[in-house]
């Protein structure tokens, strides 16, 4: 056994903050200069192809998506919790995942057919068997690499991810140059998986057998995973396949592009915090007070970076979507100020996935995602009548923040000996970001009509209101102890280097 850290020795509080910070850091890092590169990606696109380009490809894409729920049955998060791990576990997962693979691939092209004559577009039998390329070359990787995660080897994740995104993102934007059309997509789409399993060898040096000799070990945790994947395809897509029957391929781009960029934005900045804290959790799980309090950090410091990047987001939508993709998305703003927010929501819940997860209690989250689905379903099913797309995404996002109370009463708060300090690490960063877009709205430069000039006033603006709202009201709440506190805590040592410096 390892000796501990310096700061374990120091106290439980200390080590359990540094561990929760250093590693959402990394991730944090990573996600963010995978996005960063996504989104420069995205913008670079959307002004060489159409948003019908995108549309032919978002059709294809949601029901290749709802297929691909059954290949993320949770081999590598399996793996990153695995508290006896094996050679025969990375193996099982290995041959689990090609032959899942290659079920897929035969289930994308024999619906193709089906998803043509559903969507009236003929294009997509062919992009759609292409496409079907994507999961057997995907189901080579060398899940191996998860062993880095497992570690806290947050450096090495950090750096096989961004590699593979950025040559991604640079040999998809040559192909589009020369194509300039919905082709350039689906090679993009073909091109990260055959980057992402050479690098997956290149970086471990492990070499994964055919072999089901740990079937059980990782069946039992895959099976709710893969409950749980389903439902929240369902909550994440049925939307998508409303507007597209609706409006065709020209308006699902516009809606489809709004619904990414709102998760670039918010979610990748709060994902990396659940990546993080899996496998921290599960070497937290015979100290109970200190994964309470753990899940107390965690969601304070979740909720202050998730609501100021979904708020400010829909602060600056318009702007924002003239700046990045030109004057042909204009449709798409008020789709984005719908999906920023929800995506707030989304990420004020996310901290409930990776404690689930951790903790063996993920039947209880897929339930309640199910339940959310449905909810879902419901609303926009009542929100088709209007033949709005505006509408539908109004409809999705209520039923998302309806249920961020549903998920902190029946999952988070039961967990925690301190509600009040749950509940109020959430309602200080809400209170902030409702200040922030105030302000920012307030002093917004109408009279100006050159958003690349405004929307960086508008961005500062939010900057610096944010946390000083936040600090404000956390100041005159008694300074209880949260994400806020935590923080500073490891801000401090970065600030007093730099004024040394």
């Known amino acids: ?153 947050y450096a090495k994740d950090f750096e096989i991810n961004v590699v593979v995104r950025v040559l991604s993102a640079v040999v998809g934007i040559t192909v589009a140059v020369m194509l300039r059309n919905y082709w350039a997509l689906v090679a993009a789409m073909l091109i990260q998986p055959v980057i992402k399993v050479v690098a997956s060898y290149a970086y471990h040096p492990y070499r994964p057998r055919l072999s089901l000799a740990a079937i059980h070990d990782i069946w039992s945790f895959s099976a709710w995973m893969f409950l749980r994947n389903l439902a929240n395809w369902a909550a994440g897509r049925i939307d998508q396949f409303l507007v597209g029957r609706m409006v065709g391929a020209s308006g699902l781009g516009g809606y489809f592009v709004a619904s990414q960029i709102a998760g670039m934005v918010v979610m990748e900045t709060v994902l990396p915090l659940g990546r993080a804290l899996i496998p921290g959790y599960a070497k937290l799980l015979d100290d109970k007070a200190r994964l309470a309090q753990a899940l107390v950090t965690v969601a304070g410091v979740t909720a202050i970076i998730a609501i100021p990047f979904g708020f400010g987001l829909a602060a600056v939508a318009e702007d924002f979507v003239l700046v990045l993709l030109g004057p042909k998305w204009t449709a798409a703003a008020p789709l984005l100020q719908v999906f920023a927010v929800a995506a707030a929501a989304s990420g004020i819940m996310s901290p409930a996935g990776p404690y689930t997860m951790a903790t063996g209690k993920l039947r209880l989250m897929t339930l309640i995602v199910w339940a959310m689905a449905g909810a879902i379903a419901v609303a926009i099913a009542a929100a088709a009548g209007t033949g709005d797309p505006r509408w539908i995404a109004i409809a999705r996002a209520g039923v998302v923040i309806v249920f961020v109370p549903v998920v902190y009463g029946l999952v988070l708060v039961p967990e925690c000996p301190s509600p009040g300090r749950l509940v109020g690490g959430v309602l200080r960063p809400l209170l902030a970001g409702v200040a922030m877009v105030a302000v920012v709205r307030a002093l917004h430069l109408g009279s100006v009509a050159n958003p690349a000039i405004t929307l960086p006033i508008d961005v500062l603006t939010g900057a610096v209101t944010y946390p000083v709202a936040l600090l404000g009201i956390w100041w005159v709440s008694g300074r209880p102890v949260g994400g806020e506190g935590e923080l500073i805590a490891r801000l401090r040592p970065l600030l007093r280097r730099a004024v040394r410096g």
């Not at 039998?125 to 191996?144: E, F, H, R, T, Y």
């Open 1 to 153: 056994m390892s000796e501990p850290r310096a700061e374990e020795r120091r106290g439980p509080s200390t080590a359990l903050g540094s561990r929760v910070i250093r590693g959402s850091a990394w991730m944090l890092a990573m996600r963010w200069s995978v996005r960063l590169v996504g989104i420069v990606n995205t913008a670079v696109l959307a002004r060489l192809l159409t948003p019908e380009d995108f549309g032919v490809v978002a059709m294809a894409g949601m029901v290749i998506a709802i297929l691909m729920v059954f290949d993320d049955v949770g081999l590598e998060l399996c793996i990153v919790r695995q508290p006896n791990l094996t050679h025969a576990h990375l193996d099982t997962a290995w041959t689990v995942r090609i032959a899942l693979s290659l079920v897929i691939a035969l289930l994308i092209a024999g619906a193709a057919p089906l998803t043509a004559r559903f969507f009236a577009e003929p294009r997509l039998v062919p992009v759609m068997l292409a496409l079907a390329l994507a999961p057997v070359i995907g189901g080579l990787w060398n899940v191996s690499v998860m062993m880095y995660l497992r570690d806290l080897n």
